[in-house]
């Protein structure tokens, strides 16, 4: 049974980094995507970024260009480092993991019912 887990995160201030790391065992899939997404309170569900078994890349355009995911040497590692970080990226951040085919944030999105998710990690931006 595949399991996901998620953790690395924490409270800084505007303008600065988090490293969030995800570690997925028991994954089955020929192909499949890892990503990530947050939910901030009373907003929807929103994907951040996503990475498939194609090592093929995307983000969300509200992180584009301060949020690099990638992978671990152990590719069931997936990590999204986090910078210059905003008020509004304040959110629970849960590492998700859609198999069935490749593809990006917006697979991750209109798939997520599908997927199996990590217990969430906290993320705070103060000013």
């Known amino acids: 049974q595949m399991q996901v887990a998620d953790f690395g995160g924490g409270s800084v201030q505007v303008g600065g980094s988090l490293r969030l790391s995800c570690v997925v065992s028991g994954i089955t899939y020929d192909d499949y995507i890892i990503g990530w997404m947050r939910q901030a309170p009373e907003k929807d569900r929103a994907g951040v970024a996503a990475?498939?078994?194609?090592?093929?890349?995307t983000y969300a355009d509200a992180v584009q260009g301060r949020f690099t995911i990638s992978k671990g040497t152990d590719k069931n590692t997936v990590h999204l480092e986090m910078n210059n970080l905003k008020l509004e990226d304040t959110a629970m951040y849960y590492c998700v993991v859609l198999g069935g085919a490749p593809g990006g944030v917006k697979r991750l999105v209109d798939f997520d019912e599908y997927a199996s998710w990590g217990q969430g990690t906290q993320v705070t931006v103060s000013s």
């Open positions: 990475i498939d078994n194609y090592d093929a890349i």
